[in-house]
T-cell receptor, first 112, second 115 residues
């Protein structure tokens, strides 16, 4: 699976949009971009994923550049409960049971 | 909605003892994953099962074994426990059906402390 690079940490203001970048310059054509987050000591939580088109759901938006070498997760209106470690993961879609590898996430602190 | 159930939530063992963690996936989910998370570390993938067969394997010690049963629940068995095995153990499930979208649903974890 392709390697990803994320900022170690970032702060954002409550009520403002949080833009979390991720670089995945070695991504392959059949690899998806996934975002998960982990609130302290809780199980990781799926946020969103995409292949090449931008995606939006009730939690966030995912913007993938045209060359697919980077992406941005957007939390439109950050709340204090969004404080967590956010993981950008690149993984081949397909066979059930394929592992998701967590590492090098961004620690996001939402401040009042 | 039903979630992934893990038991026990907390477990304290002595060195060289054995521990068993259980995971009950969301109904109709046929794929189970196990992760280990040490203090201050990222979750590390251990092993996964699809339709009761091992699907993928990560950095799982030889002292650990796991299986998925006919009702799709899974158990992680850990023997000859070491201090370094103290960690949060997460189980996750997903609907496989031969194609996995990558959306895993995680349980609340089992915290193992080895003294």
């Amino acid at each position: 699976d392709a390697k990803t690079t994320q900022p170690t940490s970032m702060d954002c203001a409550e009520g403002r949009a949080a833009n979390l970048p991720c670089n995945h310059s070695t991504i392959s054509g059949n690899e998806y971009v996934y975002w998960y987050r982990q609130i302290h000591s809780q199980g990781p939580q799926y946020i969103i994923h995409g292949l090449k088109n931008n995606e939006t759901n009730e939690m966030a938006s995912l913007i993938i550049t045209e060359d697919r070498k980077s992406s941005t997760l957007i939390l439109p209106h950050a709340t204090l409960r969004d404080t967590a470690v956010y993981y950008c993961i690149v993984r081949v879609g397909g066979a059930a049971g394929n592992k998701l590898t967590f590492g090098g996430g961004t620690r996001v602190l939402v401040k009042p | 909605a039903a979630g992934v159930i893990q038991s026990p939530r907390h477990l304290i063992k002595e060195k060289r003892e054995t521990a068993t963690l259980k995971c009950y996936p969301i109904p109709r989910h046929d794929t189970v994953y196990w992760y280990q998370q040490g203090p201050g570390q990222d979750p590390q993938f251990l092993i996964s099962f699809y339709e009761k067969m091992q699907s993928d394997k990560g950095s799982i010690p030889d002292r650990f074994s796991a299986q998925q049963f006919s009702d799709y629940h899974s158990e992680l068995n850990m023997s000859s426990l070491e201090l370094g095995d103290s960690a949060l153990y997460f189980c996750a499930s997903s609907p496989g059906g031969g194609w996995n979208t990558g959306e895993l649903f995680f349980g609340e974890g089992s915290r193992l402390t080895v003294l």
